[in-house]
């Protein structure tokens, strides 16, 4: 992502250079105001000719218009130039969110997008705070100090040791301070969510008390993290004003005994002590917009979620399934109620192998679930499970190798530890916790315990977390064949892009077979099996099939792309 943002940045160097240049100047008109305003002061003192004092008022004057044209003009091109320089990263960041992303590409709320806009504008903003001044500060000192060394070269050493303590020294002391400081991840966006979707049943089932509870606990760490981040940030300028005195300290020591020794003038001393004190004034101010360079490093953090796509390593399963037999293969199955719903399908499962099945509504998918852990039976055709043809297993024995979650799930009423134990009566707290982790439902248990009473159907949890609960309860323990039907359906798009990522490390060895709506999350997965009505339109390995333009899931994942 550095890479697009170097792109971007060369063709804009000569506007941020001209935006450089006028804030120099903007800093020097302010610089000689504060420093012809001293000299008139004390020179009219001593009456010196009226045509000198209209001078020196013409040019205080001068150079407060000065100032403040130049601040405006400064503004004017730094923007100019930070907005074009960010347009083509915005665009270049976008075009790599849309092939990295593991969501709808067509999604209509738009979340996304506002993530992305909302973390390039804040680098943006970050970016013309913190890396203008530095530059303009420097230049400033620089001007006061070829001044200065006219005159004496004990204020050129003196100015030289500001800018090495305020440009050098305490950028970098504070970078390390806001490195170290721990930016926690606040739920309390998650429980306003939480308010917001499930406020009907949270108060229906009087769990409103508690979900404020919950509320009240995210608010006060958010608090915490924000007076911590605001007690770092006082300290930095506290220390920056600290060192400003001691700075202003010694040039008034320095003036008084250049004066003394009758090196400079009296009014030459006070022009002196005011100008490099307003230069030490734009230095010492340097040190605290580090905390715009933390704030962009985090949003480039965030951007880099967005932007990475599975690794190469990750998708790609090893070929055993061509040389060893299948976990499950089906052999023209057909499937229904009172009638079959699919017929005579046939397709194998592999274990290390993940597999994404798709399909419009109503096509058999979940039906076909039922099926495979022997909800319902097959009206024809052959099921075999590790070579073994279905009837002569025993149906607990069958579904003892399957971990299976169903798009209409079931909590019941019992608490979190309990839901477990119903399927896995040996599960330790541990193994629990680990489940919940793959879910990103970690936070959630440790507010309320493992011993939080669930309600029959989980009604008080939004629809994404019970959702994330039934399969934290199907993940907990390996299975040969992993069955999930919509997986992602409720969970936010970045929890859905880290999900899947779990998701796929944790039933690495396992055959998976994924439902889903949405080709987007193609990536993932190894083969592809497209259902039609009452059959299988096509099946096979994703890569192979994309590269030929006249398969189904091209054709598809084209028109997907146009939307």
Known sequence: MLNELKIALRPMLTGLSAAVVVGTLAGLSSVSLMGLSAWLIASAALQPPLYVLSLAIVGVRFCGIMRAVLRYLERYLSHKAAFALFTNFRTSVLQKVIAALPFKRQTSNGDAYTIIVEAVDKIRDDFLRFFLPPFTASFCCLAVMV???????LLVGILLAAWLVFIVIMPLIAWQF????ERVQSSLPQEVLEFYEGGREIFAYNFGAKKLNNAKRAIDAYQRQRNGYFRLKSKIELICEILLGLFTIVILQTVICLTLE???????????????QSVLEILAAVPALTEYLDEAKSSLI??????KKPQEGQLESSNRYKKTKAALELKNISYG?????CCEMSFSLYKGRRTLLVGGSGCGKS???YLLTRLIEPIGGDMYLNGKNYPAWDKQAWRAHFAASFQEHHIFN???RDNFKMFYPDITDEEIYQALAKVQLTGFVQQCGLDYMLAAGGIN??????????????LARPKDIILLDEPTAGLDIVSAHEFLKQLMAAGKDAAMLVASHDLSIVDYFDDIIIMGERRIIEQGNIKELMKNESSHLHKMMKYSNLI
């Not at 400079?264 to 490099?276: D, H, K, N």
């Open 367 to 369: 039906t076909l679930f």
């Open 147 to 153: 001044w200065a060394d006219f005159y004496n070269a």
């Open 461 to 474: 949890l939004s629809g994404g977390q019970k959702h994330r609960m039934q399969l934290a309860i199907t």
């Open 337 to 341: 109620y009172k009638e079959p719903l």
């Open 414 to 416: 019992l608490s979190i």
């Open 262 to 276: 009758q090196q400079i003038s009296a009014v030459m001393a006070i022009a002196f002590l005011l100008t490099i």
């Open 178 to 181: 806001y490195r170290r400081y």
């Open 302 to 307: 965030e951007l880099r979620q967005f932007m």
